[in-house]
């Protein structure tokens, strides 16, 4: 694995920084994205003792954005082996009826619009040397949904339908396609959601062991070490207290 370069949008927290750092720490090449320079800059000299680093500034939103900075690296970085779509995000808990446009468009474009964008910059070259390893980091709303997780929900089905779809066009190219979906990981996700509503993001992870993002990063990294006839398709990964979406055994 120390030859591969992996590209991982939505690096500078949560599930995303902790996969950039158990790849540095497996000699990893590293392109690291976000829409935070001052994070990035602080991650890469954190990193790049370990490995080689470059990274990337762009909200995958941005179609524009996002081609012309990946189109922009230099060619030490071209090539391109993994790719973690790990970019995005909840915002609201509301029901339908009283539901955000904002907050659903913004769950949308960045969930599957940014996930495709990013994807469509890098797969022609992938399907060029048919070799490549690609990972799309779902949820288990994609797989269920829960009262006033609507549009959320529907937008983490979209990323399950697309990673389904991805690994059946990508065959004939040998690309490696797969997706992970956990479930309660103690990350600033809920932080986003509630909008910086701090004490109400807290009390998501309380009375329960929580996964943690370097959980997560252990698996994605397996996940990429294996043979390459070896694909982890599909996982949903939950702390051992969570059932489902809306059953968790909490201590109180």
Known sequence: MEKKTALITGATSGIGKATAIQFAKNGIHLILCGRRQERLDALKNELSPLTEVTTLSFDVRDKEAAFN??????????????????????????????GSIDDW??????????????????IPKMTERKSGHIINIGSTAGKEVYPNGNVYCASKHAVDAINKA??????????????????LVETEFSNVRFKGDDERADNVYKGFDPLRPEDIADIIHFMISRPYHVNLADLIVLPTAQASSTIVKKTF
């Open 69 to 98: 900075a990946i189109e922009s690296l230099p060619n030490s970085f071209s090539t391109i082996d993994i790719l973690i779509n790990n970019a995005g995000n909840a915002h609201g808990l509301d029901p339908i009826q009283t």
């Open 166 to 183: 991805m690994r059946i066009d990508l065959n004939e190219y040998g690309i490696r396609v797969g997706a992970v979906h956990p479930g």
């Open 105 to 122: 468009d913004a769950m949308i474009d960045i969930n599957v619009k940014g996930l495709l964008y990013v994807s469509k910059a890098i």
